[in-house]
């Protein structure tokens, strides 16, 4: 596995297995746009409310590389009109189309057929490849898919060995949803464990590579913000070694439900 790798989604398109996520990169947007395609970075992750995607656009134009060498993922926001959202985003990125367009987390009442209608739109009138949720529980899935008749083809939810769900695993493995891991790095604030450092000196790596390899391994996609570029050359490195079963199993018990964003992740329901 590399850079180049892919995974094969529910459609047929084929989507990188590890991303450069974009939350809070709005210093130097495009230059790191393009030093990471540079270094070999395939995929790139946004949103409309990031404020990155008119640096990102900057990026990718000053990168020279052409529309089939990177994979663009971009979000709507639950009180959006997803139609004229997906167009403004394109807009803002100066892009014809988007490969992946998400919902970004379920709205408060409802499942947001609304929303999966306009990216269904959207993607009808080829301003994008795939349509996908985030933060979404298995329970908004199963009634997103009821009510839609269709399988999203990702959900992006916070996944880290110290917060994932062995039952949301499960059930987008068995309908073909692939996950998106977001803050796999926790934002760096589970970074010091010692359990981390022992499987960084036994594989000759980092404690934020072990993270990564772990999210690789289970399944997952991996979406990492780094804005320095030695951390963006480093997780690179995530390519170059391999956890054994029993790194995993014991990395797979530290899961307590963490999020850095509240009490626990978004799609885990008490
Ligand atoms: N769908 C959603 O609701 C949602 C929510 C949150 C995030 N996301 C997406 O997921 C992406 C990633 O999540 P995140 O930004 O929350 O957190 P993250 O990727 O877990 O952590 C980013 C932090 O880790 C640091 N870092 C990166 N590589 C490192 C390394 N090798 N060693 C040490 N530190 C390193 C970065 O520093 P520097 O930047 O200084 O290099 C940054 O401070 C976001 O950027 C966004 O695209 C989506």
Known sequence: MDSDSTVTLKSGNKMPVLGLGTWKLNERTADTIVSALQMGYR????????????GIGEG??????????????????EDDDAYQATKQDLSELGLEYADLMLIHRPPTRGVGTDLWRGLQRARDEGLTRDIGVSNYSVDQLKEL????GETPAVNQIEWSPF????QMLEFCQHNGIIIQAYSPLTRGERLNDELLDELADKHETTPPLV????????????????NQLNHLQENLEVFDFEL????????NGLNDQYSSLSSKPMYIKS
């Open 163 to 166: 917060g994932f769900s062995r």
């Open 244 to 251: 054994d079963d029993e790194d995993m199993n014991r990395l």
């Open 211 to 226: 993270l990564l390899r772990w999210s690789l391994q289970i399944g997952a996609v991996p979406i990492v913000k780094a």
């Open 145 to 148: 898919m009821d009510k839609s």
């Open 43 to 54: 995929m790139i992750d946004t949103s409309g409310d990031y404020g990155t995607q008119p």
């Open 60 to 77: 990718l134009k000053k990168s020279g590389k052409s529309r089939d060498e990177y994979y663009l993922v971009t979000k709507v926001e």
